[in-house]
């Protein structure tokens, strides 16, 4: 019986590595060096490959000053070997004694919703990072993030490199989302999504777009995106005012969310399976070529670019519109009810129901007359016993 995997289509066995071009005499790649007869790696590799973080992000934390080695304020492009110390802010950072060839861990887990992918949240909420077993010398890196109410299949890795080549745009990655919302799409405007929709943070639209079907007023479409922006498939639904109430990803790239994996459930690939993949990853890579890669990236950035110009054009002309717009004003001198000019209409001292008060809040003409005179009333004889009183009968005659 054949032996099922999460990746989406049966990979081709790797063909056996040649030496790279870029390998020294040693057979090491150019990026590796020795100082003396130790063998270094730049900081930031090792950092990411201990499971602080993707290169770039560990690039700005060397810049920050937080970095260590030895006990020295470590800068960008210094190099490290196994003998080094190395710490961020204060803590010993635990390199991974991975063997040559060995494949790193890789773990797929089904994300609920209502978790958060971060190791610190100071809301308190529950984090994905709580579930995940503990690492021997490394930690665990998120592969891309997922929002608090979105759910699925999310990555984690013990490897830097391998985390940076699955979340670096250079690559475009596919992501296919499973998506249910609050009513039908209309024709045209799954023409919009298909063909580019305008956001705040530069042009999107959905690389492919079907129509699953649904009932009442769910409906379900499965998606795919090649970005990773916050919050993107809610976003475009947004734009064409639909509101998404459910939001799955059941693909990243190559590997799918296992049919049978329950939600808050993990599972870890085979080591075999992890090599293939990465093989399949360099075949990728050498498919295309540097000028590919620099051109695309080129165009990507200068269409970026137009957006964010265009963006900024229409929030200036909604801006002038706005403060050109004639505002509501009555005729000139007329109050709202009778037609009495303002100033009339406020000097009220001719009603005798008002009255004009100073600063000090007493009323014009001074104090208000206390009464010097009061009405004597005759007082009441009270009537006590044997008082004269007039007695009737039953039927109203003197007794």
């Not at 992501?175 to 919009?192: C, F, I, M, S």
């Not at 929030?315 to 509501?328: D, G, I, Q, T």
Request: proline share 7%.
């Amino acid at each position: 019986m054949k032996k099922r995997t999460p990746f989406r289509a049966p990979m081709k066995k790797p063909r056996p590595m040649r030496p790279r071009p870029d390998a020294t005499a040693e057979g090491m790649p150019a990026e590796a060096g020795f100082e003396g007869n130790t063998l270094t790696e730049k900081l930031q590799k090792a950092l990411a490959d201990a499971g602080w973080g993707s290169r770039r992000e560990m690039e700005r934390l060397i810049e920050s000053g937080v970095v260590t080695v030895n006990g020295s304020t470590a800068k960008l492009g210094d190099r490290v070997g196994a003998l080094d110390v190395i710490r961020v802010e204060g803590r010993l950072v635990r390199r991974p004694a991975q063997e040559p060839g060995e494949a790193p861990r890789v773990l797929l887990y089904h994300k609920p919703a209502g978790e958060i992918v971060s190791r610190d949240d100071p809301e308190g909420r529950p984090s994905v990072f709580d579930h995940l077993p503990r690492v021997p010398g490394g930690r665990w890196i998120a592969v891309g993030r997922l929002d608090f109410n979105t759910e699925g299949l999310l990555i984690f890795t013990t490897s830097g490199a391998l985390a940076n080549r699955l979340m670096h745009p250079r690559y475009e990655m596919e992501r296919e989302y499973a998506v249910r919302t609050v009513g039908e799409l209309p024709v045209e405007d799954e023409q919009k999504l298909l063909t580019g929709i305008e956001l705040e943070d530069g042009p999107a639209k959905f690389l492919t777009l079907n129509d699953e079907g649904g009932k009442g007023l769910n409906h379900w479409y499965t998606v795919t995106i090649r970005e990773g922006r916050n919050r993107e498939v809610r976003r475009l639904f947004e734009a064409v005012n639909l509101t998404v109430s459910r939001l799955i990803r059941v693909r990243y790239g190559a590997v799918e969310l296992p049919s049978g994996l329950l939600r808050g459930k993990m599972k870890e690939l085979e080591p075999a399976d992890v090599k293939r993949w990465i093989a399949e990853l360099d075949r990728l890579d050498k498919q295309s070529t540097p000028e590919a890669q620099a051109e695309k990236a080129a165009q990507v950035k200068a269409e970026k670019a137009a957006a964010r110009i265009r963006w900024r054009e229409r929030m200036e002309k909604e801006e002038r519109e706005a403060e050109e717009a004639p505002k509501r004003r009555r005729p000139e001198g007329a109050s709202d009810r009778t037609g009495v000019p303002f100033k009339g209409a406020r000097d009220m001292s001719a009603r005798p129901t008002q009255r004009h008060y100073l600063k000090d809040g007493q009323p014009e003409g001074g104090k208000r007359a206390e009464r010097t005179e009061r009405t004597e009333r005759p007082q009441r004889v009270p009537r006590g016993i044997g008082a004269a009183r007039n007695s009737r009968g039953p039927r109203g005659g003197r007794l």
